[in-house]
């Protein structure tokens, strides 16, 4: 039977939602399944913020962007280690991205790099529109940090919170609660899914009206279909709202047993050569997909090794995202940093995480990672 990265799980309320909807015939976008949802996110991040259900992470983002006045000859700076849906709205904008590598002790965007870029870029008039975070592998960024440079440089701060609800920042604060706004996703592999499906969180009451109005097809009140502006057919499903709704319920239980499958997979294996994503003091990662990397000067093996070998065993593992700046779509694209992701993507791997994944299975896994290692 094979073993997947992170496959979908359910809880058992997600059927009777769905049926809900069925009966009351809400099986177009719109209906009270999704205003629940809605609703559940809102109330389980708190703090007086507004969420609108959409079609996927990247539409979240793509319209976030569009709020904020990004458009061609704007610079978007961005995390480059990231799952491309994070990247590519901002070339449906006509906008330029610059990357920016990791702080190794937390692999979250290098914030001193980017308050010594931004310093530069205040002096020369060349500010950029938008900063665009990744909460990586399930870990907040420095929230703290990021909102006080964009306050100070007066620069919009979207949060690309895709992989991290669940996880928390200094204080107990919930990843997905920060900047102008953040982005959610929904998708199979994520901590809880819609099938697929995405949000916008923001503080902005006018950026969440705007959300619904743009992702509705941006029809302007009448009678007949009348338009102003562009919009696109965005928003999420109330079929697969119903979904999120019962797989609310269950969050902090796939938070919880993700986390346990991180802490045994690094009681076991860890050691010279083999280290885990770091998690600061203070935060609380949702540890969305365990990830780690392996030197083969210490270890005799190497990541591809191991992830080949996994794979003749129908076990499914995964290198880390391959930074923005060596993709041949963004070559020549302006990159601040020493190559802390880079290194990561040469040496790191995802292995199997998902909540639904039996301690048998992941007993698996940790024995045949041991037998390459010579269970030195």
Not at 248 to 263: G, K, N, P, W
């Amino acid at each position: 039977m094979r073993i997947y990265l992170s496959r979908p799980h359910m809880s058992g309320h997600e059927e009777a939602r769905v049926a809900e909807a069925f009966a009351s015939n809400f099986v177009a976008p719109l209906g009270p399944q999704l205003d629940a949802f809605e609703a559940s996110i809102r109330d389980y991040l708190g703090g007086g913020l507004h969420c609108v259900g959409l079609s996927s992470g990247s539409a979240a983002l793509h319209l976030a962007l569009r709020m904020a006045g990004v458009g061609p000859g704007d610079e978007v700076w961005i995390s480059s280690m990231t799952f491309a849906g994070g990247i590519f709205p901002v070339n449906y904008l006509g906008a330029t991205p610059r990357f920016f590598d990791l702080d190794p002790k937390s692999w979250a965007i290098d914030t001193a790099r980017l308050a010594e870029e931004l310093a530069k870029a205040a002096a020369e008039n060349r500010l950029p529109k938008v900063i665009v975070p990744t909460d990586l592998y399930g870990q907040s960024v420095d929230l703290d940090t990021l909102e006080a440079l964009a306050g100070q440089y007066g620069v919009r701060l979207i949060v690309d919170s895709a992989e991290s609800l669940g996880a928390t920042f200094l204080g107990g604060r919930k990843a997905g609660t920060g900047g102008d706004a953040a982005i959610l996703s929904f998708n199979g592999n994520k901590i809880i899914t819609t099938s697929g499906g995405g949000m916008l969180v923001t503080r902005h009451k006018d950026w969440a009206d705007q959300a619904r109005f743009l992702a509705t097809q941006a029809r302007d009140p009448a009678p007949h279909y009348e338009h102003s502006t562009f919009g696109y057919n965005y928003r999420l499903s109330n079929i697969c709202a119903a979904i999120g709704v019962g797989q609310m319920q269950v969050l902090d239980d796939r938070v919880a047993r993700r986390r346990a499958i991180f802490e045994r997979y690094r009681a076991t294996l860890e050691r010279p050569g083999i280290a885990f994503m770091p998690e600061p003091e203070g935060y609380r990662s949702t540890r969305w997909l365990t990830t780690l990397t392996i030197d083969p000067a210490e270890t005799g093996t190497d990541r591809e090794a191991i992830r080949l070998m996994l794979l003749e065993h129908q076990i499914e593992s995964r290198p880390l995202w391959k930074p923005m700046h060596m993709q041949p779509l963004y070559a020549g694209s302006a990159y601040h940093g020493s190559g802390v992701d880079e290194r990561l993507f040469e040496k790191g791997l995802c292995l199997p995480s998902g909540s639904d994944m039996t301690d048998a299975q992941q007993g698996e896994v940790i024995e045949r990672v041991l037998d390459l290692l010579g269970r030195s």
